[in-house]
C-alpha cells in the first residue's frame, strides 16, 4: 500500500516560529555553547569520568545511554532526508538548522558512552534489545515523506520526548551522580522545544489548509506511539511513559487530535 502523502497548499502558513536565519542561528549556537561548556566545567574529573556512580547505575544505564545516542544519531539521518525533500524553503531551514543541532546532541552522547568506558561493541545490542525506541526510530529512517517525518518526529516524537521527559531523565542522573547526562539532557531540551515548535506550527497550518488532512496525522501519531509503547511495557518505565503522553497530548489536543489508547 502506497503512503499517504499531505501537501501544504498554500506554505505561505508556514513560517519559523523562532524566526531564525544563519546569522541568528550561529549567535543562538555559540551562546549555548558558552553556557554548556561553562556548566561542563563545573563538574569534578571524577564525575566527569563516572568514579562517582555505582556499578549497578552504570550496568543499568547503558539501555539509556543507548537510548539516547541512537534516536541522536537516527535524527541525524531522517532529519537530513527531511531537508533533502523538503517542499519549500521555510521548512527546509528548519530542518536544516535541526540537524546541526541533532549533531551537537549526538557528540555529547557519544561522549557519555565514552566517558562512561561501555566499549562500541555493547552499544548496538542494547539499543536493539526489547524495550526500547529503536522500532520507532527504524520506521522514521524509512521514510522519504518530509511531512510525515517531522510529523512524527518533531510533533509526535520530539513533543512527547520533549520537556518532560528530559527533565525526568536529567534529575535521575544527577541524583544517580551522572552530572554529564544531567548537563547534558538539560542542554538538548532548549534545541527540542524549538523542534517541537515547528512541527506544530507545520500541524497546525496542515490542519488548517484542509481540515481532512487531521484524519491521516492521526493515523500518523496512533502508528508512532504504538511503535513507542513497546517501552513502557513491564512497567519498569512508568514514570517515562507516563510524562512522555502527557507531554504530547499538552500539544496534541487542542489541535483537534484524539488520545491513541
Ligand atoms: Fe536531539
Ligand atoms: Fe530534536
Redesign the pocket.
Known sequence: MARKRLVLKDPGRFSDPAGLTWERYVAMQARERERYMAERAAISQDALNYKTVSPQYLERAVDQFANNYYS?LS?THY?ATAAANAPFDELKKCALF?LA??QR?LEMDREVFERAGIPERDWLAAWEAPGTTCRFFRHLLELEDTIEILVK??FVA?GAAGPGTFTVLADGAEARGDVLSAINHRA?IR??T???SYGRVLVKALIDDDPGNLDTIQEWQDESLRLFAEVARGGERRAWWEGFLASYYKIALPLGLRPSF
Open positions: 541522536e535524527a532529519v535541526q543541532d541533532e546532541h518526529g518533531n520530539e538538548r534545541d527540542e524549538r523542534h517541537i
